[in-house]
């Protein structure tokens, strides 16, 4: 039974297989129901008027309508609060709109919010363009920033948001460092935690108000669903429900029943995609043409102390900076060259990917534009995806 009670925590690789399976909810099966609904009955007046009273009192266990959540979106957010020690969880339709809805939902005109020059890109152009109308500023901030950070604090900042690793340059952010200078801010701290998976890292539990997931990623796993979501704590909660009842942010129960079925298998995906990524990347390392390659878990990158730190493993996405002075079209050509490795801009499906990237950066110039590529390493066997690379970096070296 999983929602025996427990005398001690569970581990969260057991939280991925056991969370949010409650027996009595699941009439006895494993998975919990798949719970199609908007309309919910009621008895009788009395009873509505009950409802909406709780559920206007803060009482989100009381169902009164299908936007706040069906049985099978509840069960989800069982385990996401486990796997990521929060108060509340939320799905949203992507993981942009868990990225912009975080934003929003702490802001009023006139507020002030730090963003990492290493964001993932669609997060800049909201922050800037979309904040920017409704009259919040944005300053953009080094990603390696320590206690010095606090100087761009305003009276005005509400939100410090972080994304530990960056997902194309990745740079580890210091999480409990920066977030307890927001604390001291009163400003509220949003980490993207894509890359770590709640099985790696939890914000949370390191100081962050909101931990939040492209659940599109490794949550889903296979390439064939969007989603985004928010994992928050009691002082979070109150602004972020209200962002999400108030803007009507909902997610399809099948789509919920597709990222819960992901998150059982996970940790055994990761740790295919770990492995894979390392085999990839010892070669790689071999090639003369690479400069070096960008992951934290190599004990040689810049931010390994801190992922060491602060994370219990590493997924399978990584960058690779190529050395300077390749001909022109080198990096396209072996882009082009491979044949099992997709074209393709998202990542964490069980499937590789490999796309050439040049960062927009306003605070730390990237160095590497025109000779990084990132590998999202998938699940074939490993000598596949060798022999894959090496199609690649034979097309590179034909370009003359
Ligand atoms: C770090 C990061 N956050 C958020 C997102 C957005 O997720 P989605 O593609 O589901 O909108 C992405 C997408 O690539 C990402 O890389």
Known sequence: MTDAPRDK???????????????????????????????????????????????????????????????????????????????????????????????????????????????????????????????????????????????LFRPTTRVLFMESPGSLTFEMQDVPRLAAIARRHDAFTVVDNTWATPLFFQPLAHGADVSLHAATKYIGGHSDLLMGTLTVNERAWPAVREAMHFYGMTTSPDDIYLAHRGLHSMAARLALHRSNADTLIAWLRGQPEVERVLYPALPDDPGHALWKRDMSGASGLFGVVLKPGLPAGALEALVDGVELFGRGYSWGGYESLLIPASPERTVVTCPWNGRLFRISAGLEDAADQLDDLARGFAALRAVR
């Open 9 to 151: 925590p569970r581990r969260p690789a057991t939280t991925l297989v056991a969370g949010g399976r409650g027996r009595a909810e699941s009439f006895g099966y494993v998975n919990p129901p798949l719970v199609r609904g908007s309309t919910v009955l009621h008895d009788s007046v009395a009873d509505m008027k009950a409802r909406a009273q709780a559920r206007l009192a803060g009482d989100d266990d009381v169902a009164t309508y299908g936007v706040y959540g069906t049985p099978t979106h509840k069960a989800f957010y069982a385990a996401l609060n486990e796997l990521e020690c929060g108060h509340r969880s939320w799905a949203l339709p992507s993981g942009l709109a868990a990225c912009t809805m975080a934003l929003l939902a702490f802001v009023r005109a006139g507020d002030h919010v730090l963003v990492p020059d290493s964001v993932y890109w669609p997060t800049r152009r909201f922050s800037r363009q979309t904040l920017g109308r409704f009259g919040v500023d944005v300053t953009f901030y080094d990603p390696c920033a320590g206690d010095e950070i606090e100087a």
